[in-house]
């Protein structure tokens, strides 16, 4: 996301991009994200349970930082 500021790309809100940066939905939460979950017609890739333990560990770290988001907002409007 440009200027990390929530907008989105070219000012058109969150979620209106592609999914491919941190803050957008497709980078956590299924639909493709590149670990061969994906639809379409992409290569099925099987992945290892250390592979996916990785993974995995990177989505909650990505969640707990996005919580700690929240809270710093919902704080700072109080």
Not at 17 to 29: E, V
Not at 42 to 56: N, S
Request: aromatic share 6%.
């Amino acid at each position: 996301m440009p200027g990390m500021d929530g907008t989105g790309p070219l000012g058109q809100g969150p979620l209106t991009g592609r999914g491919f940066g941190p803050c957008g939905c497709g980078m956590r939460r299924g639909f493709g994200k590149g670990y061969g979950r994906g639809f379409g017609f992409r290569r099925q890739v099987t992945l290892t349970k250390e592979e996916e333990k990785k993974i995995l560990e990177a989505e909650l770290k990505e969640i707990d930082l996005e919580k700690q988001e929240i809270e710093k907002r919902l704080k700072e409007m109080k």
